[in-house]
């Protein structure tokens, strides 16, 4: 069976830790895997615009910017097409055909959607097109056949519900769409990285984030600036490491090398949990190594985007070039979708049959 990769991010802003632990580095790795036939990454500016419909300069603005984190990150135009959501007109007219087969009360209990209609405060008003991304979502990863779908794990309930359209479809209208399956990050602290304030979730919109883009002086005061234990006053009180961010963080992007480079006087993450636990240790000492660690980490991937600024015109070839590869293959996939339903009508005289 042909093994195919479709994800993407809204052109929002730029992208921030929480996306590379939660689905970019997952990305790399099963990109230069040599397990996939085909890999498809998506910058969704037309998903963006169902909650930015008046603002449109935003997300014009930040397409450019999404697709130099992705090449930041390793993503490899020679690997991996990079292409942009609203230049592909087949998945537009695959959400229709896909919004007959789902009811409004179905998206309703979306969790995901629910989440975002609170978080957004569109309780009093919601866009039908926002309200409908989920459906638009299903779209985005059947035209391309994806068996995997590598996200965050925010987006499970999405990619359920992409599997239930994609059930319903073959059981009305024969074996067409293939199922994805959902990829998640083997380490339980990527799911899902709080946010520098604490919150549940690092977001764009809340500005409690730290981008790949930063530079070095920002992350470190973004870091020396985090939301620790609010019961941690002195250094030798007793400290919790549940709910708090910077071990949060450090499950997330530390290893080994990192404690012998910069924190040789603990082993391992166990250790310096177990000091803070029982109290002598205190909240800076912990933050100037997290500051190191991600310095370590997002040092190259800045680099990286450096270069890649410096030459613009050439990713907007990757962009032009990977889009016309998508449309391609969405039309493809149309073509069979338009065949299974019998709507294509003036193909080998359909209509006089």
């Known amino acids: 069976m042909t093994k195919i990769i479709l994800t993407g991010d809204r052109p929002t802003g730029h992208l921030h830790v929480g996306h590379f632990v939660g689905s970019l580095q997952e990305r790399v790795l099963l990109q230069n895997s040599g397990k996939f036939d085909e890999i498809y990454f998506m910058i969704a500016d037309a998903q963006a615009l169902t909650d930015n419909a008046e603002n449109p300069e935003k997300v014009r603005q930040n397409v450019l910017q999404v697709a130099l984190d992705y090449l930041a990150v390793g993503i490899d135009p020679q690997k991996a097409t990079i292409f942009i959501q609203s230049l592909i007109p087949e998945l537009f007219e695959l959400s229709t055909y896909y919004m007959d087969l789902v009811t409004v009360a179905r998206v309703q209990r979306n969790p995901t959607v629910k989440a975002e209609i609170q978080q957004k405060n569109f309780e009093a008003s919601v866009p039908l097109g926002f309200f409908c991304y989920p459906v638009s979502q299903a779209a985005d990863i059947t035209a391309f056949h994806a068996t995997h779908v590598p996200v965050g794990e925010d987006q499970k309930p999405m990619l359920e519900q992409c599997r239930e359209i994609v059930h319903k479809f073959n059981s009305v209208y024969g074996e067409t769409l293939t199922e994805p399956d959902i990829v ?8 899902r990285l709080p946010g520098l304030d604490g919150k549940a979730k690092m977001s764009k919109s809340l500005g409690n984030c730290i981008y790949l883009s930063d530079d070095a002086d920002t992350i470190k005061k973004k870091v020396m600036s985090m939301f620790t234990d609010p019961t941690h006053i002195q250094v ?18 530390s290893k080994p090398e990192h404690f012998a480079a910069f924190l040789p006087d603990y082993a391992n993450l166990d250790e310096l949990k177990a000091h803070y636990q029982r109290g002598g240790l205190g909240d800076m000492k912990i933050k100037r190594f997290l500051n190191e660690v991600l310095q370590s980490v ?3 991937i800045r680099e990286r985007r450096e270069y890649w600024e410096a030459r613009k015109p050439e990713v ?5 070039e ?21 709507i294509n009508y003036f193909e080998n005289d359909n209509l006089l049959k």
């Open 322 to 342: 990977g889009t016309a590869r998508a449309e391609a293959k969405a039309a493809q996939t149309l073509s069979e979708v338009r065949a299974a339903m019998k």
């Open 236 to 253: 030798s009180d007793p400290g919790h490491v549940e709910g708090n961010p910077v071990f949060t963080y450090l499950d997330a992007f």
């Open 316 to 320: 907007v070839d990757i962009l032009k």
């Open 184 to 191: 998640l990050p083997s380490n339980k602290a990527c799911l």
């Open 298 to 300: 997002l040092g190259p």
